[in-house]
């Protein structure tokens, strides 16, 4: 059974940087798409960025240049580097996988995406 488990969060101040990983087990991790999605308090959840198992990627505008998204295929590790946080940014934050078998196509829509991890805190503040 796979699972993924994410890391990192915690307390930021703003201008600060944070580095979030996913930990997947159980499963070929070449064969997912990865995403990573937020949920802000009262908020619905929102792509935040993707990555195909070649490691092209795609950002939401809100976090496009302050945010990286990157995957180690051997260390079967998704990351999320961010940047130049804002308070904005305060949401718990979950890594996602889509079994696409080395699919090329990125995906930005939580109902794409079949499995998740439990998601980690961050919150920017001063």
């Known amino acids: 059974q796979v699972s993924l488990v994410e890391s990192g969060g915690g307390l930021v101040q703003p201008g600060g940087s944070l580095r979030l990983s996913c930990a997947v087990s159980?499963?070929?991790?070449?064969?997912?798409?990865m995403g990573w999605f937020r949920q802000g308090p009262g908020k619905e959840r929102e792509f935040v960025a993707a990555i195909t198992w070649l490691g092209s990627t795609k950002y939401a505008d809100s976090v496009n240049g302050r945010f990286t998204i990157s995957r180690d295929n051997d260390k079967n590790t998704l990351t999320l580097e961010m940047s130049s946080l804002e308070p904005e940014d305060t949401a718990v934050y979950s890594c996602?996988?889509?079994?696409?078998?080395?699919?090329?196509?990125?995906?930005?829509?939580?109902?794409?995406?079949?499995?998740w991890g439990q998601g980690t805190q961050v919150t920017v503040s001063s």
């Open positions: 996602a996988a889509r079994e696409t078998y080395y699919s090329g196509n990125l995906y930005s829509e939580p109902g794409h995406y079949q499995l």
């Open positions: 159980g499963g070929n991790f070449r064969r997912y798409a």
